[in-house]
């Protein structure tokens, strides 16, 4: 049997993918089981996977379209038995994936926007569940085999390798932060669609850090992030002029990972590094609330505590669902509706994790 499992929407979505695989592989010890992907660091994340046998990665929608076609005519070729387009996928791009690798049997989730075409690209469906997190839905796929979980427990896997777990340690001790308390942070968000505009006020992460300089000046605060964030760090360093406030130079996802494993606590917004921080099982994982929050993406598999936004309101879906469009609002707002989560309720809930 040949398995292709379809994960074509954003990095942490790739981690919403992996305890999927690994009950596959239970299920199917036998099986060819690999994976396609849209993004490098999606690839990254899955690297020294044991239960993949390849991990494929292309980008059709924003890269070389002849590089993509070839991919994916090479993937055609495989004749697998079964693709799998796990969730969150709502766009018809990623089932268009799968109808043209077309393998006999195309498993997905139904969306508020999918229609008669959709069932038709991917024929195996069911409905996506509001109510569970997207953990849960893509397990709920199984089903469609016929088969069951059978793994006591689930979490997100990703494999580090003992040279990213030195290389760590190795920045703690030249920074001298062994054996101080860590706070990791990520100031940034998704950069499709109008994500980056549930990101928290770069002002309050300036005045976050002063008040944290000046009650903690024992915290190390460690900034991560990639070129999205790098005119945020140069403010956040120029305001803070050193002391307790470090930016690690990660070259992926994987080192960064390894370096949040030695986090005390980390502190975020809904994003990949959010569920990196829970794959390293975080002791103190702190979340502020953005309109894109809501059941399916929540930290999973590890304890965290969600700062609430007053101006969301359990309005949640009324933001944001998975149905292709944007976060609804202005961009004025939506800035507006992030401002409204307080310093001193993220302060307090730090104080209280680390």
């Known amino acids: 049997m040949k398995i292709l499992v379809i994960s074509f929407a954003g990095n942490g979505d790739t981690l919403f993918a992996t305890p999927l695989i690994h009950e596959l592989r239970t299920n199917f010890p036998d099986a060819t089981i690999d994976a396609l992907v849209r993004w490098p660091a999606a690839k990254g994340l899955l690297d020294g996977n044991p239960h993949l046998n390849n991990i494929h990665q292309t980008d059709p929608l924003s890269g070389s379209k002849i590089e993509s076609l070839a991919l994916l005519t090479k993937l055609r070729r495989q004749r697998y038995d079964i693709s799998i387009n796990t969730h969150p996928q709502s766009r018809r791009h990623y089932r268009l994936l799968a109808k043209f690798i077309n393998a006999p049997a195309r498993l997905g989730h139904e969306y508020e926007c999918s229609g008669a075409l959709d069932r038709w690209l991917t024929n195996r469906t069911i409905l996506q569940d509001y109510t569970r997190h997207c953990v849960e839905n893509n397990l709920s796929l199984l089903s469609l085999l016929k088969v069951k979980t059978l793994l006591p427990q689930h979490r997100y896997d990703v494999f580090l390798t003992d040279a990213e777990h030195a290389w760590a340690a190795d920045f703690l001790a030249e ?66 002029g050193g002391g307790n406030v470090f930016f690690p130079k990660t070259k992926n996802l994987r080192q960064a990972a390894a370096l949040i494993k030695k986090c005390d606590a980390f502190l975020s917004v809904d994003t990949v590094l959010m569920h990196v921080a829970a794959a390293m099982n975080v002791r103190g994982q702190v979340v502020i609330e953005t309109p894109t929050w809501n059941k399916p993406i929540e930290p999973y598999g590890n304890p965290f505590v969600l700062v609430k936004n007053p101006a969301v309101a359990g309005r949640n879906l009324e933001f944001y669902r998975y149905d292709g469009r944007d976060i609804q609002g202005s961009a004025e707002d939506l800035r507006r509706v992030m401002t409204s989560v307080t310093v001193d309720n993220v302060l307090a809930t730090i104080n209280r994790q680390v």
């Open 175 to 240: 920074q001298k932060i062994s054996g101080r308390p860590r706070l990791g942070v990520h100031v940034g968000s998704g950069g499709t669609k109008n994500l980056a505009l549930r990101r928290w006020p770069l002002e309050h992460y300036l005045e976050l850090v002063r008040r944290l300089h000046e009650t903690r000046p024992e915290l190390a605060i460690l900034f991560f992030g990639g070129p999205d964030e790098q005119a945020d760090h140069e403010k956040i360093q120029q305001a803070a």
